[in-house]
């Protein structure tokens, strides 16, 4: 049987080609993921198009489809998505999900800022597939989370089709331009960004932690299933515990 150990369901947006080998290719034996996708309209990574998305019911739809595949907790998979509308949007997104499936859910930013406290950042780089308009929102969202943002640069791609084709190079420059030494942890921002086979060699480069989206979804997704596994091939994150209180 296919996740015998725990199965983690994913609302992706229908454009995003990353989120879920991502996250298939991080999970230990034992752990399955599935997804259930939504539309981001016009495929546009922008505050409107974002806001749009989630201004129905089709996240809702998502996570009650999700129970079917039996899965213990569900992640809202998409970084922008899930804090544009500032500090508290992703609890709220977290309340509709548990409403609508009756399952333990999280954001993909409420994962990031769980694995920034793991991982004891304080101030952060942060490299971006995103506009500049979505970079300033991401960095008020960070600060008024109590993090330093010592850099927030972003390769002005306008839609997710474009993010999903960047790889682990593109990520690896993207770092070294907003690495700072003020900096003690670095955050690769999105979903759709293939970059999870950059960060062993980012963290041996530039010194410090790294997380990534998917990263921090799957650990918070991971611990929240009970499932405790060390796994340094993916980095410093994943070999980390998850104490009491960092997931919420």
């Known amino acids: 049987m296919y996740g015998e150990r725990g199965r983690i369901g994913l609302i992706t947006l229908a454009t995003d080609t990353s989120v879920l080998p991502e996250y298939q290719r991080a999970a230990p034996p ?3 993921v599935y997804a259930a996708p939504i539309v981001l309209p016009r495929g546009e990574v922008t505050p409107e198009a974002l ?10 739809r998502a996570a009650a489809l999700l129970v079917w595949a039996g899965v ?3 992640v809202f998979a998409c970084t922008s ?3 544009i509308h500032g500090v508290g949007w992703d609890r709220r997104l977290v309340a509709r999900i548990e409403t609508a499936c009756g399952l333990p859910a999280t954001t993909t930013a409420t994962a990031v800022l769980a694995a920034l406290r793991a991982v004891g950042a304080e101030q952060v780089a942060v490299a971006t597939p995103y506009l500049d308009r979505v970079n300033a929102i991401e960095r ?5 989370s109590r993090f330093a943002v010592a850099a927030i640069e972003g390769l002005q791609c306008a839609t997710d089709s474009a993010i ?3 790889g682990p190079e593109d990520a690896m420059r ?5 690495d700072r030494p003020a900096a003690n942890a670095l955050f ?4 759709n960004w293939h970059c999870l086979a950059a960060v062993p060699a980012l963290e041996a480069r530039h010194g410090k932690p790294v997380v990534t989206s998917n990263l921090a979804g799957i650990w918070v997704a991971l611990r929240r299933l009970g499932i405790a596994d060390a796994l340094p091939q993916h980095g410093r994150l994943l070999t980390l515990p998850a104490e009491e209180g960092v997931l919420t």
Do not use: P
């Open 81 to 83: 998505g899930s804090l």
């Open 174 to 178: 993207a770092a070294a331009r907003v």
């Open 30 to 32: 034992g752990v399955a």
């Open 51 to 60: 806001d749009a998305m989630l201004a129905d019911d089709r996240l809702e």
């Open 140 to 144: 008020t969202f960070l600060e008024d």
């Open 72 to 74: 213990g907790v569900v």
């Open 188 to 191: 690769i921002s999105c979903t």
């Open 164 to 166: 999903g084709q960047l």
